[in-house]
């Protein structure tokens, strides 16, 4: 995909810039674009704390809930055993513990400790500086726009889960 624009000039004489048809971008190119810009920055942070990308998912789903192994197995989009090994290796970092289901003696649920909640806010926070300079290039009513339209699909997503 080419990225360059041409310059036009409209009745008003002030500068626009308009994209040529080459760098038009359909809705899912735009998705795509910004799915590998938003996986590249996370995937950036996450290194830097010796953390996997699901690794991150997992601090961050156990941010607010504590929920057993079957419902954070489909949160993470993962089988049981491979959810077993990534929680076995966040418990030993010191990041999650087990505690015991009250509802059945073999099942457990998964809890965040103050060090993996420590760490999930200062990962979020790095993320955030790292997105900031790209939401910065939208006006404040785009902004609000865009968090509406990502509300929206967000929603539609959850309905077809």
Same mark, same amino acid.
């Given at each position: ?10 009745? #008003? ?11 038009? $971008?359909?809705?899912? #190119?735009?998705?795509? &674009?910004?799915?590998? @810009?938003? /996986? ?8 830097? /704390? *010796?953390?996997?990308?699901? &690794? ?7 941010? *607010?809930?504590?929920?057993?192994? @079957?419902? $954070?197995?489909? /949160? ?11 929680? #076995? ?13 009250? #509802?059945?003696?073999?099942?457990? /649920? ?8 420590? @760490? ?17 290039? $939208? ?7 865009? $968090?509406?339209?990502?509300? &929206? ?9």
């Amino acid at each position: 995909m080419r990225t360059s624009v041409v310059r036009d000039t409209n009745d #008003d004489k002030t500068n626009v810039y308009m994209p040529t048809n080459e760098t038009v $971008l359909t809705l899912v #190119d735009g998705l795509f &674009q910004v799915s590998f @810009l938003l /996986h590249d920055r996370l995937a950036r942070v996450a290194a830097t /704390h *010796d953390l996997s990308i699901i &690794q991150v998912r997992l601090l961050a789903i156990l941010r *607010d809930r504590e929920p057993g192994m @079957l419902e $954070l197995a489909r /949160h993470l989009g993962l089988k049981k055993s491979s959810l077993s090994g990534l929680v #076995d290796r966040a418990a030993a970092r010191g990041l999650v513990e087990r505690l015991p289901s009250p #509802d059945d003696g073999r099942a457990a /649920h998964i809890r965040s400790t103050p060090a993996g909640r420590r @760490l999930s806010r200062t990962i979020e926070r790095r993320v955030s500086a790292e997105l900031a300079p790209l939401v910065k290039a $939208l006006s404040t009513t785009e902004r609000a726009h865009l $968090l509406g339209a990502l509300a &929206q699909v967000l929603s539609a997503a959850g309905k077809r889960r």
